[in-house]
T-cell receptor, first 114, second 113 residues
Framework: DAKTTQPTSMDCAEGRAANLPCNHSTISGNEYVYWYRQIHSQGPQYIIHGLKNNETNEMASLIITEDRKSSTLILPHATLRDTAVYYC???????????????FGTGTQLKVEL | NAGVTQTPKFQVLKTGQSMTLQCAQDMNHNSMYWYRQDPGMGLRLIYYSASEGTTDKGEVPNGYNVSRLNKREFSLRLESAAPSQTSVYFCASMRQVSYNEQFFGPGTRLTVL
């Protein structure tokens, strides 16, 4: 699986959009970009995933560059409850011999403040 | 649905003691996983079970054993605990045909003295 690079930490004002970048310059054609978050000491929570098109769900939007070497997770109206560590993970999609494992890096600590 | 449940929530062991961490899911998922998370680090995969009856090593399997008891339950055993195994342990499950989302339990906080 391709490796990812994320900033260690970011701050965001409550009510503003939080834009979390991720670099995955070695991503291959069959690898998806996944985002998870981990709110203090809890188990990680799935947010969104995509292959090459931009994706949106009730939690966030995912923007993937045309060359797929980087992506941005957007929380449109961040709240204090969005304070968490956000993990960008690149992985081959579908059922594989590896059993759909996730490889977590250290992620980005997002702090949403008043 | 309770989702993924883990027991116990907290545990303190002495070096050399053994214990089993329990994990169960009620979502009829095929795949189950055990991760550990050390302070300030991301999660690392210990073992996984892609389907009932199969188990495979992950990134850091040494010192652990697992049992996929049935489709619902996946246990992690420490035969002889060491201080290096002090960590938070997370269990997760995933529906095999849907490769999008793993569901995580609340974690077990283990301290080995």
């Amino acid at each position: 699986d391709a490796k990812t690079t994320q900033p260690t930490s970011m701050d965001c004002a409550e009510g503003r959009a939080a834009n979390l970048p991720c670099n995955h310059s070695t991503i291959s054609g069959n690898e998806y970009v996944y985002w998870y978050r981990q709110i203090h000491s809890q188990g990680p929570q799935y947010i969104i995933h995509g292959l090459k098109n931009n994706e949106t769900n009730e939690m966030a939007s995912l923007i993937i560059t045309e060359d797929r070497k980087s992506s941005t997770l957007i929380l449109p109206h961040a709240t204090l409850r969005d304070t968490a560590v956000y993990y960008c993970i690149v992985r081959v999609g579908g059922v594989t011999g590896g059993g759909n494992k996730l490889t977590f890096g250290t992620g980005t600590q997002l702090k949403v403040e008043l | 649905n309770a989702g993924v449940t883990q027991t116990p929530k907290f545990q303190v062991l002495k070096t050399g003691q053994s214990m089993t961490l329990q994990c169960a899911q009620d979502m009829n998922h095929n795949s189950m996983y055990w991760y550990r998370q050390d302070p300030g680090m991301g999660l690392r995969l210990i073992y996984y079970s892609a389907s009932e009856g199969t188990t495979d090593k992950g990134e850091v399997p040494n010192g652990y054993n697992v049992s996929r008891l049935n489709k619902r339950e996946f246990s992690l055993r420490l035969e002889s605990a060491a201080p290096s195994q002090t960590s938070v342990y997370f269990c997760a499950s995933m529906r095999q045909v849907s490769y999008n989302e793993q569901f995580f339990g609340p974690g077990t906080r283990l301290t080995v003295l």
